[in-house]
């Protein structure tokens, strides 16, 4: 069914509430050293671009969403006062090309929507879209092997497979597989407080 303006507008909020209260974490776990070019695919309300801005004077990000959800981000990020740092970019993630030169490509609460191949061919131009020894950071439900643990994670998948047309939750190992077939190097899961994790990989 299509979603009206309300209905992106409720899911942002929510979204937004819960990324601020998450960003902070990620930006700690992530890093800012060498990140001058900051790629927020999907970034949605633009929380993770702005407390990753805050962390950085020198930083400048780049919302890459819909255009029903621009409108929102621009208003956080006038809000933030960081209209000069943070650009944002009407796209479309299943299939645009991202650019180029990056330094950090950030991929938030976005894999679970898509099919494994959707998320290999995503990698692929998140690799692309990086400049040598950046690096892809995806905050994402992550399930150990067995995909029965953790258990929020694991009844997560379930609820994606039954309302989305191929999401699911994801393994470590299958993070690995995509990041490593994507040819990106020192892939490593940072373990965070809550249901989602990070999965890093860098180019070489």
């Keep these: 069914p299509e979603r009206g303006e309300d209905w992106t507008e409720a899911f942002i909020a929510a979204m937004h509430r819960n990324a601020q209260e998450r960003a902070p974490l990620v930006v700690r776990a992530v890093g800012t050293e060498g990140v001058q070019r900051m790629l927020d695919v999907g970034g949605g309300s633009g929380a993770y671009s702005i407390a990753f801005a805050r962390a ?23 809000e933030a006062g960081l209209s000069g740092r943070i650009a944002t970019r009407q796209g479309d993630l299943r299939q645009d090309n991202f650019g180029t030169g990056y330094d950090l490509v950030f991929v938030s609460a976005i894999c679970h929507m898509l099919s494994p191949e959707e998320n290999r061919d ?11 020894s950046g690096r892809v950071v995806i905050q994402d439900f992550v399930l150990e092997a067995d995909k029965t643990a953790p258990k929020m994670a694991a009844l997560f998948a379930l609820n994606m497979l039954v309302g989305t047309r191929a999401g699911s939750a994801y393994s470590d190992d ?12 020192d892939v490593r899961r940072i373990r965070l407080p809550g249901p989602s994790n990070l999965m890093v990989g860098t180019r070489r």
């Design 56 to 78: 950085s004077e020198t930083l400048r990000s780049e919302i890459l969403d819909l255009g029903t959800v621009l409108p929102i981000a621009r208003r956080h990020i006038q």
């Design 122 to 132: 995503l990698l692929r131009r998140c690799y692309a879209a990086l400049a040598p």
């Design 174 to 185: 299958e993070y690995t597989t995509w990041l490593r077939e994507a040819d990106f190097q």
